[in-house]
């Protein structure tokens, strides 16, 4: 799974708001969505990493996702929340170490 499940959540839930077009909160998940969320500081509260790796309780995309986010903005994704299959997509490759998809030789 890892990111390559991730990118399916992404592409499902996220793009709406974060592509290249709209880019919500400065975030553009189009491009490479990995570069865009791993070690990156949020721009909205540079105080707040988007992604941990290993850490899931240190990351804002899963505050957001999860609810807990506190007074950092709304939860995501807006106008619905993510089941809690994809919610677990997420947590578990930030918790593995957030590494990019594996490609075939």
């Known amino acids: 799974q890892g990111f390559c499940a991730v990118q399916q959540v992404i592409q499902g839930k996220c793009l709406q708001c974060h592509s290249t077009a709209v880019k919500q909160g400065g975030l553009d998940l189009q491009k490479d969505a990995h570069a865009a969320l791993v070690n990156v500081k949020s721009s909205q509260w540079p105080a707040e990493m988007r992604v941990v790796p290993g850490h899931p ?5 899963i ?9 950092l903005g709304v939860s995501m994704p807006q106008g619905g929340a993510l089941s809690s299959e994809e919610v677990a997509v ?13 490609r075939a030789p």
């Open 63 to 71: 505050a957001k996702v999860t609810g807990k986010q506190g007074g």
């Open 90 to 102: 997420l947590v578990d490759w930030v918790q593995s170490g957030a590494a990019t998809c594996a």
């Open 57 to 61: 309780e240190s990351s804002l995309l």
